[in-house]
């Protein structure tokens, strides 16, 4: 074969995998619907597989256990949707009401421009008269605004009496506009959850739908990957799956286990913190529970959570059904950096302790990986997608470390039996 | 409890019925139970060998494995028949057994967990093999001891059988050769 031919093969199959690789996108993108709710079934019951599995070695039939898993499983989303939910959707319609009350006072801010837009159109052009901020008495579905401004308030004194900072003019409304997006940013998160309550009930249907059938066909399913690979290559390719399928399976368990742990740790400290300043156990349970989740989105997820978590802080104190405003925003202030201190010990526990306990033979993923696959995982399958491409990345690093690693001590080279062993048989034992 | 004791007795063998039942209408249910292998096994590790079992077909000539590869399964052959060889320098074949239906091969390296000693070649179109890879060996021990104990003295017995043959075989060699010697001394004598 000559250079040019080389070349020209090379390109053709360049070519031809970028056209494959963006139209599996596409189509994973068109679909992303109906995989999302499939990957995650799957991905449960991959997980899960092995509870069927070591009930039917102990004679208890499978199909009991699946019904205690999908009971078990269905209990926690009612409590979530019953207790968890109103209490976090409480404090989100607290930011929704500072929302529609900033309309009122800034009236860039809720027109979709954002901190940029607002900033930009900060001076009205020549000829158009100003427009006057509209004062309103403080409500309470204003607190959470207002409680962000009093810690950036106290935030940039503290900063001017250590002569970080100076005081300006326009500290105050830089501090609003600030927390006005933060506001804003929620208020799009409500109106994401409203929009996708209906979607989130198809998605728990296949998903359930997903699940049940996978536990209950585990061994077909692994049975009918087998039957893809070619005769010829069975060994290897049993070894491939099995090896694959156990070390994800490990990863993900402990993925799990990493995140319990990281929910009953926070959740002690949060009770602890309890002690000290006025926050209420269910804030408790959802701030650990939030905390524990957003950790399986690696990077992004745990600042992610210490923000939520210190905003539904911030949102509970109602500033018009306390007398002493300033007691009650200074336990405010003792509780936001409790919760952030809590985040930051987790995190430090997770890294130093939990994650080299509970994944040995660890999966380690390239932070760089891990936010190009999270970013992603956010474009096909938004929140969902974003928490799952991170168990799917360990999926593909182990089939990676399985191919250049485990797979070496196969020699590849199987298939037909040369033509000269049929011939010159030299003994015949 | 003896009421209790009773009940659970029926309800085992209310169970097993229930299980053979089902597992009748698998086409390698006769041929897994009918092997001296597995004749003594409980029906419930049966049901687990029966579902865990892979089927392969092969042609003539290809390949089942190779030699110095990791042995992850052992075979049983349901239809047709393989050939296990060395190849100890190109163009060299040593043959070590022919297998016909219903023998087992291949069990040696993956009880030893080591690599494959020989190499392994269907000789008809259509070649079917049992498979049953280590893990799921290992699992069917874990799970079902006395099943387990009962496959793996059979394996064991397997190898002493090879182990008796190969000594015999040495024995004869010796002896051969040393009969060989034998006439060579008187010869050059």
Not at chain 1, 5 to 24: E, F, K, P, Y
Not at chain 1, 271 to 291: G, P, R, Y
Not at chain 2, 74 to 88: M, R
């Given at each position: ?33 109906l995989i999302r709710p499939v990957l995650a ?203 694959t399928i156990d070390m994800w399976g490990y ?179 | ?189």
């Open positions: 074969m000559t250079g040019n031919q080389q070349l020209r093969n090379l390109t053709i199959a360049i070519a031809t995998g970028i056209v494959l690789a963006v139209l599996s996108l596409s189509v994973l993108y068109g679909a992303r619907l079934g799957l991905l449960v019951a991959h997980i899960l597989y092995p509870v069927v599995k070591l009930a039917r070695q102990g004679g208890v039939p499978k199909w009991i256990t699946i019904i205690v898993i999908f009971l078990s499983m269905v209990s926690g989303c009612v409590f979530v949707v019953s207790s968890l939910v109103p209490a976090i959707a409480e404090e989100i319609v607290a930011f929704k009401g500072s929302q529609e009350g900033m309309v009122e006072q800034q009236p860039g801010l809720s027109t979709g421009k954002g901190l940029v837009g607002t900033l930009l159109d900060a001076s009205p052009p020549a000829g158009v008269p100003e427009e006057k901020p509209v004062k309103r008495q403080p409500v309470g579905s204003d607190v959470a605004r207002s409680n962000l401004v009093y810690i950036g308030e106290q935030i940039y004194k503290t900063l001017e009496r250590f002569g970080l900072v100076q005081e300006t003019e326009t500290h105050t409304e830089m501090i609003e506009l600030v927390t006005g997006y933060i506001t804003e940013l929620f208020t799009d998160l409500v109106a994401w959850l409203g929009s996708v309550a209906p979607e989130g009930g198809q998605f728990l249907l296949l998903f359930f739908f997903v699940l049940i059938f996978a536990l209950l066909d585990g061994d077909k399913f692994y049975k009918g990957l087998l039957s893809l690979i070619p005769n010829t290559y069975i060994e290897p390719g049993i070894f491939m799956l099995r090896k990863y993900l368990r402990g993925l799990i286990v990493e995140n319990l742990i990281m929910f009953f740790v926070s959740f002690v400290l949060l009770l602890i913190l309890k002690v000290f300043v006025e926050i209420t156990f269910i804030m408790a349970l959802s701030i650990a529970l939030i905390i524990a989740v957003t950790n399986i989105v690696r990077i992004v997820g745990p600042a992610f959570g210490a923000c939520v978590g210190v905003i539904l802080v911030l949102a509970s104190l109602d500033v018009g059904a306390v007398e002493d405003v300033e007691a009650a925003r200074r336990n405010l202030m003792q509780a936001s950096f409790g919760v952030l201190c809590i985040v930051a010990f987790v995190q430090l526990l997770d890294s130093v302790v939990i994650l080299p306990l509970v994944m040995r033979d660890q999966v380690n993923i390239h932070p760089v990986i891990c936010l190009l696959g999270i970013f992603l995982g956010g474009v096909i399958g938004g929140i969902v997608g974003m928490i799952l491409a991170v168990p799917f990345i360990a999926g593909a690093k182990v089939i990676y470390r399985v191919l250049t690693v485990e797979m070496k001590r196969f020699d590849m080279q199987i298939g037909a039996v040369p033509s000269y062993l049929n011939t010159n048989i030299v003994s015949s034992a | 409890m003896a009421t209790s004791s009773k009940f659970l007795d029926w309800f085992s063998a209310a169970k097993s019925r229930t299980t053979l039942r089902r597992m009748e209408t698998d086409d390698n249910f006769h041929f897994i139970r009918d092997n001296y292998l597995f004749e003594q096994f409980s029906p419930a590790a049966v049901a687990f060998i029966l579902s865990h079992l892979i089927e392969c077909r092969y042609s003539n000539n290809d390949l089942i494995f190779k030699e110095e590869n990791p042995s992850i399964c052992f075979f049983i052959l349901k239809q047709g028949k393989a050939e296990i060889f060395v190849t100890p320098s190109p163009g060299v074949k040593i043959v070590y057994e022919t297998v016909d239906r219903g023998q087992l091969f291949g069990e040696v390296s993956v009880l030893s967990s080591s690599s494959r000693t020989a190499n392994a070649r269907a000789l008809e179109n259509d070649t079917v093999m049992l498979l049953m890879s280590t893990f799921d060996l290992e699992e069917l021990c874990r799970v079902y001891p006395v099943d387990g104990l009962k496959l793996l003295r059979g394996i064991a017995g397997r190898i002493t059988e090879y182990l008796a043959t190969t000594t015999r075989k040495l024995r004869s060699a010796q002896a051969e050769l040393h009969e060989l010697k034998h006439k060579l001394d008187s010869h050059d004598g």
